[in-house]
């Protein structure tokens, strides 16, 4: 620590400790605080062990510590914001999928009933041209008396 100037605390580790969660990696540090204060969440730590009154320590009322929590609130909305933006992203690649899909299927679905009407009427004209030579040899049956 003797590389630093006198009054200057080095930065905290970058290490993310285990009980560490991933919003406190996304916090912002106080940079409005006087270099060798503390911090405003210790300053009101060491307020709340000093014995002062409630009124200095509730929260909010040192403007620093205001400011500190607005930053870290703006932080949070941001991630928020940006994780918010990404699984819209995801939902709308995978309702895209889903469409391209589903008009595959349909497109399949209207050829089938193409081929199956195309069948079906088909079978009528056979059926029809079929019909009148089983007509004709039941009246020849009839005209034989071979009913």
Do not use: C, W
């Amino acid at each position: 620590m003797s590389s630093l100037p006198a009054g200057v605390r080095p930065a905290p580790p970058l290490e993310a400790k285990p009980e560490d969660s991933d919003e406190d990696l996304f916090t912002v540090p106080d940079v409005e605080s006087a270099p060798g204060s503390s911090s405003p969440a210790t300053a009101v730590e060491a307020r709340k062990g000093s014995g002062e009154g409630p009124s200095k320590t509730r929260k909010g009322r040192n403007p620093a510590e205001r400011e500190y929590r607005r930053l870290k609130r703006l932080l949070r909305n941001r991630v928020s914001a940006q994780q918010a933006r990404e699984r819209k992203k995801v939902y709308l690649n995978e309702l895209e999928s889903a469409a391209k899909e589903l008009l595959q299927q349909n497109m399949k679905l209207e050829e089938k009933i193409s081929t199956l009407v195309n069948e079906n009427t088909m079978l009528r004209k056979v059926l029809m041209n079929s019909r009148p030579k089983i007509d004709d040899s039941v009246e020849l049956n009839e005209k034989n008396g071979k009913v």
